[in-house]
């Protein structure tokens, strides 16, 4: 039997070796936390809580308002110290943000489990304690679509990503090995809350530890089976899971929930379960800590709002040498460079990874017209002429080649020989054609 694949992507390197195989660990609890109220850039927000308030773990300190409002939980007990504008690591731009400065006695709210028998409940009961628990802020496909009235769209399929294809991260993995009940758990709670009766989880054929651990789990839930599909980047991609795993085609122009799907990662379950069972909001995420200036890597539990200064001072971050590092958060394909360690662990983050800065900037040439990146390229797009006409500010020429069907995965700089930045140059086409669309 072939395994299940999409055309395109490539192998880099992994570094999964190094964490594969270490146990999710709690990080020691930090003397601060900077927790970032604002998400994204055009967030309407408020703050719950005033200077020198104490509070406990699973408290709101703030919310984002909106249809989709997602309120933002205290991670340590202790006092708000200030609250103020903060440094974001994706944002790049400060946000208002509350700090809280650690007691170190880890006082919580007490947690009233009043769902844990959820279909006893309507799916607008459980809609709104997921949200209270702050579950949108991780990009919850259901609560997206749901907020939609995605009910009206004859969503059949739930598939959740078990795909960690960036090459050095873990932090899904091992979710999948300690906590698989509690994902299945999450998953059929989405099943019940869509009124789906049909779902996959989709993992690489290189775990084979959380194949074996949700098999033994999904053998009780009859609707839910495991699909395992070979290991190739970017195997993770919404368009290439639906293409390996359903042998559907997401056209362009088209959302995926067009075709009657709607995508969750293991992470997204596994908060779902805590919010509704353990009625525990999102206070913390697992994150992957490696490469090559980090003495001790693993597979870390980190507060929400710790600063990657300290995280990375608890993982054995040589510091020595900083400079001629960089550090990345999420991974080493589709990662963020970060100027500044000043900055908080976000909802949404999965790792955080350093390697040379001599291997992320080499010299750079033009194209030689070897179709490496077209071959590479996962959504049969041609980088190659975009990159070309980028560089020459040609830009009605780059919009030709339809620059916003990018995932910006990174696998045409990846496999360009002349080492071309041209995720960076389809992204300015992207820009162009955005500032294009609100003029007009």
Not at 29 to 43: A, G, H, M, T
Not at 132 to 146: D, K, P, Q, R, W
Not at 325 to 354: C, Y
């Amino acid at each position: 039997m072939p395994k299940l694949t999409f055309s395109g992507g490539v192998n880099p390197y992994s570094y999964k070796a190094t964490t594969k195989n270490l146990q999710i660990t709690d990080l020691q609890i930090p003397s601060r936390v900077v927790i970032p109220i604002v998400q994204n850039l055009n967030d309407e927000v408020s703050v719950t809580v005033i200077k020198d308030e104490y509070v406990s773990i699973g408290q709101k300190i703030g919310e984002i308002k909106g249809l989709n409002c997602s309120p933002v939980h205290a991670s340590i007990s202790g006092k708000v110290t200030d609250i103020c504008m903060w440094n974001h690591p994706v944002i790049s731009l400060p946000v208002l943000s509350v700090v809280i400065d650690s007691d170190f006695k880890d006082k919580k709210i007490t947690p009233k489990k009043t769902h844990w028998d959820y279909f006893r409940y309507s799916p607008e009961d459980l809609v709104k304690v997921i949200r209270e628990a702050g579950i949108t802020g991780l990009n919850s496909g259901f609560l997206s679509v749901y907020s939609k009235n995605a009910l009206l769209k004859e969503i059949d399929t739930v598939l959740v990503n078990g795909c960690e294809s960036e090459p050095s991260t873990t932090s899904e993995n091992r979710l999948m090995i300690e906590h698989a009940y509690e994902v299945i758990e999450g998953l059929k709670i989405i099943m019940y809350i869509m009124d789906v009766h049909k779902s996959h989880i989709a993992v690489e054929d290189n775990s084979d530890e959380a194949i074996e651990s949700l098999k033994k789990v999904v053998f009780k839930a009859p609707n839910v089976s495991i699909k395992i599909l070979k290991t190739k980047y970017p195997q993770n991609g919404q368009r290439q899971l639906i293409d390996a795993v359903l042998d559907k085609t997401v056209h362009s122009g088209t959302s995926v929930t067009d075709s009657g799907i709607v995508i969750e990662s293991i992470s997204d379950c596994y908060a779902i379960y805590q919010a509704v069972v353990e009625a525990k909001p999102v206070t913390s995420r697992v994150v992957t800590v490696s490469g090559s200036l980090i003495e001790k890597p693993g597979n870390y539990n980190v507060r929400i709002g710790t600063l990657f200064s300290d995280l990375l001072d608890q993982c054995g971050y040589k510091k020595e040498t900083e400079k001629k590092m960089k550090i990345i958060l999420g991974a080493s394909m589709t990662g963020i460079s970060q100027v500044i360690l000043d900055v908080p662990v976000i909802r949404n983050m999965s790792g955080i990874f350093t390697m040379k800065e001599d291997n992320v900037n080499p010299k750079t040439h033009a194209c030689i017209r070897c179709t490496k990146c077209i071959k590479a390229c996962p959504m049969n797009l041609m980088p190659n002429f975009i990159s070309i006409y980028a560089e020459s500010f040609k830009w009605d020429e780059c919009l030709k080649y339809h620059p916003e069907d990018c995932i910006e995965c990174g696998c045409c700089a990846y496999e360009c020989i002349a080492k071309r930045p041209i995720v960076q140059q389809i992204k300015l086409a992207k820009q162009y054609k955005e500032e294009l669309h609100v003029k007009a």
